[in-house]
Every structure is written in structure tokens, then in C-alpha cells.
Antibody, heavy 123, light 111 residues
Framework: EVQLVESGGGLVQPGGSLRLSCAASGFTFSSYAMHWVRQAPGKGLEYVSAISSNGGSTYYANSVKGRFTISRDNSKNTLYLQMGSLRAEDMAVYYC????????????????WGQGTLVTVSS | QSALTQPASVSGSPGQSITISCTGTSSDVGSYNLVSWYQQHPGKAPKLMIYEGSKRPSGVSNRFSGSKSGNTASLTISGLQAEDEADYYCCSYAGSSTLYVFGTGTKVTVL
């Protein structure tokens, strides 16, 4: 079964740091680009960050650029999101998702998603 | 990059059909055949329902269908059932500078 399990969320003070992890199983992790998407309480989905299958390329939404770092360890089948200088507006459930795409195309879709991990930013 | 525009809510009676629109621009929906749709029940993770505009993943009911015309994509749910009550989000690939943009989300209510 293809599965993604996030961990590492919790309560952090404004300006603090947190590292999220996403453990993958049931598929060849090193063959897929991986993404982070977040959802603030009662709000919609917001695209956050992406990393290529070999980790050589990364992408960040403007809202997190310079504060968040995405990385992966293909030997451990794990995706990470290092979050720094956290703000109240970063409070959300963070989902990791596998990007699936047709051969030869850049874009694709997300399947599956993890169950999410809640990050609370508050003093 | 602005979010794709969806109606905040759509409702229908059991057995009816409803359609959710997703309006973007020529930089995203209009440029790529890469619109996907996700269903999200309260407290749960999003689930892929439609990809590449109109394709259904294995296991998704054929009551769900997708289409696109110009800068607007649509999700139609036919034979509405109680379990279809959820939030629905569209998503489009938007090129190498932006990658992906999500819709604002639509709450579907089964009356």
C-alpha cells in the first residue's frame, strides 16, 4: 500500500523553528518528486514547496521563501521540511504529497497525501 | 499567483447532478491539460478524484467527471449521494515559475 506519514508538528513560538518529516512506503520513493501543501484552520489548500526526485531541484512559494527548506533522504524514504522564523500565518496542517505525472511532462497531480501534521504558532 | 476561483458552496438533493467550476487564467488552466480535483472530508486528507482534467483514478466512482473549456475547468457529480458531502478543490499546473495553484475550494452540501 502506498502510504505517506507526516510527523514533527507541534506548538512553537513566533520566530521559532520546527522540522517536519514525511515517511514514505509502498513505492519507489527515489523515483518521485515530493511536495508540501498546507491548510490553515478553516481555510483552503496552499501550495508550499517541492523537491525533485533526486533532490537537485527545489521550489518554494513566495510566502515561505527564505524561511523554509525542503530536503529528502532517499536512503531513508523520508521527506523533510525545515521551517524557520515561524509566523502566526504559518499555523496550519501540513500535508506531504507524492507528485504523479505522465512520462515526459513537467506537471502532474498529487496522489496520495499524508494524513497531515498540525503546526501551531503561538506564544 | 492568485488562487483559482471556485464557488464557495454548491448544493443538491440526492440523485441530482451538480457542477463545480474552477476558473483560472491563460497561464494555468488555459495552458495545460493538468487540472486535478480533490475531495476532502472534515478532518481528513485530500483525496484525488480527477487528474489531467477528465481522468478518474482507479477506485473513484464514475459518478465523478471532469471537463475543461478555455480557462475554466469543471467537476460534475452525478447521482449525488450523502457521502459526496465534502469540500472539493481544483488544482492546476502553472508552469515552471509557479508550479501549482489551488482553487479556493467548494463546499458541497447534500440536502
Amino acid at each position: 500500500e502506498v502510504q505517506l506519514v507526516e510527523s514533527g508538528g507541534g506548538l512553537v513560538q513566533p520566530g521559532g523553528s520546527l522540522r517536519l518529516s514525511c515517511a514514505a512506503s509502498g513505492f519507489t520513493f527515489s523515483s518521485y518528486a515530493m511536495h508540501w501543501v498546507r491548510q490553515a484552520p478553516g481555510k483552503g489548500l496552499e501550495y508550499v514547496s517541492a523537491i525533485s526526485s533526486n533532490g537537485g531541484s527545489t521550489y518554494y512559494a513566495n510566502s515561505v521563501k527564505g524561511r523554509f527548506t525542503i530536503s529528502r533522504d532517499n536512503s531513508k524514504n523520508t521527506l523533510y521540511l525545515q521551517m524557520g522564523s515561524l509566523r502566526a500565518e504559518d499555523m496550519a496542517v501540513y500535508y506531504c504529497a507524492r507528485r504523479v505525472a505522465a512520462a515526459g511532462t513537467r506537471g502532474g497531480w498529487f496522489d496520495p497525501w499524508g494524513q497531515g501534521t498540525l503546526v501551531t504558532v503561538s506564544s | 499567483q492568485s488562487a483559482l476561483t471556485q464557488p464557495a458552496s454548491v448544493s443538491g438533493s440526492p440523485g441530482q447532478s451538480i457542477t463545480i467550476s474552477c476558473t483560472g487564467t491563460s497561464s494555468d488552466v488555459g495552458s495545460y491539460n493538468l487540472v486535478s480535483w480533490y475531495q476532502q472530508h472534515p478532518g481528513k486528507a485530500p483525496k484525488l478524484m480527477i487528474y489531467e482534467g477528465s481522468k478518474r483514478p482507479s477506485g473513484v466512482s464514475n459518478r465523478f467527471s471532469g471537463s475543461k473549456s478555455g480557462n475554466t475547468a469543471s467537476l460534475t457529480i452525478s447521482g449525488l449521494q450523502a457521502e459526496d458531502e465534502a469540500d472539493y478543490y481544483c488544482c492546476s499546473y502553472a508552469g515552471s515559475s509557479t508550479l501549482y495553484v489551488f482553487g479556493t475550494g467548494t463546499k458541497v452540501t447534500v440536502l
